[in-house]
């Protein structure tokens, strides 16, 4: 054998070896399967919009009662819950200090009224002695001076020692009217200063319920809150029904909660009848409108941060993205705006798993799929 026949015998299998890589390489790749994909034909219809809040029945008016001065809290005669009436010990102060500076006050009163009764004494004397000419008219002015400031003096020393008088009666805290206790926020043993809260306590009277709205929320709130039946409540424990007590819009926050960027508002109902702190849910029902577009919330996706739909071509059997604007939500569907019409074939489930321009075949349910449950609930019968 030839040197040539020699190696040529030798890479033969190799040339073989590479030829079938080069053939498989050439191969195409499999085309993509058909994808089955349940769809809607849309048709107008009508949509309701509602929006409910949480909400917490609270009284008109709540006071955060205080000393009107400082000093030591000796005891708390009231605690969270209780009922108060007017005129009702809240709170005690340790009197001693101010009782002292009521007794140096009546003392300074009294030093007062002395230091004037002398002066004035002292003046009708010089004006003996003016008569007599035994001192000049200069002299009985100074007097007269002196005479009139130790009267002032008096009535100040006076209007002191009232108001020290009135200082140690404000170490008992009093409740002005009759309520509930809703706080304490203080205790016996703390060293408070004046105005500081010591207990909260909710008027008797009228009852809010109070809830936050989110900001754009806010103008539908003020829009159809005053139309009849736009704004119910419906207590936790079932007080109002399925339905839910007409409420009337009474106050709303003019500015946002620095920290959940909410508005406080308040709804008043008549003849509400429910504890304080009890749950209730508050719903704003907006006029249903027609001629919309309504589908389920799983037709719906997000691409680049807008919201599409798959809109299918019959055509071509071919998916096409249509951006949409939602208007609301309408139960489990979802109201759109704009971007959608009447006719229109709209994929409504799976949607995230398809792309634009890929090859769709409607879905159908296999028969035997279907009987099976059917045939299981006869046999049950």
Not at 24 to 29: F, L, S, T, V
Not at 328 to 352: K, Y
Not at 359 to 366: E, H, L
Request: aromatic content about 4%; proline content about 5%.
């Amino acid at each position: 054998m030839s040197q040539s026949l020699f190696r040529t015998a030798l890479f033969w299998p190799l040339f073989a070896s590479l030829g079938v890589l080069s053939g498989c390489g050439r191969q195409e790749a499999p085309p993509e399967p058909v994808r089955s994909v349940r769809t809607l034909v849309l048709s107008a219809d009508s949509a309701g919009q509602s929006h409910e809040y949480a909400g917490e029945i609270r009284a008109r008016t709540e006071s955060r009662l205080s000393f009107r001065v400082g000093g030591k809290i000796l005891t708390r005669k009231v605690n969270l819950g209780d009922a108060v009436r007017p005129g009702q010990v809240l709170a005690q102060l340790d009197p001693q200090d101010l009782m002292l500076a009521q007794e140096a006050a009546k003392a300074g009163l009294q030093a007062a009224r002395a230091n004037r009764d002398q002066l004035d004494s002292d003046f009708k004397r010089f004006v003996e002695l003016r008569e007599q000419g035994f001192i000049s008219a200069a002299e009985l002015e100074r007097r007269d001076t002196a005479f009139k400031a130790a009267q002032a003096a008096l009535e100040q020393s006076r209007a002191q020692a009232s108001a020290q008088g009135n200082q140690s009666t404000y170490a008992q805290l009093q409740s002005d009217v009759a309520g509930v206790v809703t706080a304490v926020e203080a205790e016996p043993g703390m060293v408070v200063s004046a105005g500081m809260p010591i207990v909260r306590v909710a008027n008797d009277g009228p009852r809010d319920v109070v809830f936050s709205v989110p900001e754009d929320q806010l103008g539908r709130l003020q829009a159809h809150a005053a139309k009849p039946g736009g704004l119910t409540v419906r207590l936790w424990g079932g007080a109002g029904g399925q339905a839910g007590l007409p409420a009337k819009l009474r106050e709303v926050a003019a500015s946002a909660d620095p920290v959940t960027r909410t508005f406080l508002a308040k709804a008043e109902v008549a003849g509400l009848e429910a504890k304080l702190g009890q749950t209730a849910t508050v719903r704003l029902e907006a006029p249903r409108q027609t001629q919309v577009i309504k589908l389920p919330l799983a037709a719906v996706l997000q691409q680049q941060g807008q919201s599409s739909v798959w809109v299918l071509d019959p055509a071509q059997m071919t998916l096409k993205a249509q951006p949409v604007q939602i208007a609301g939500a309408d139960g489990n569907e979802v109201v759109i705006a704009a971007g959608l019409s009447p006719g229109q074939e709209v994929v409504v489930a799976g949607v995230h798993v398809l792309k634009a321009g890929q090859k769709v075949q409607r879905y159908q349910a296999n028969a035997a799929t279907v009987a099976a449950p059917a045939a299981a609930s006869a046999a049950s019968r």
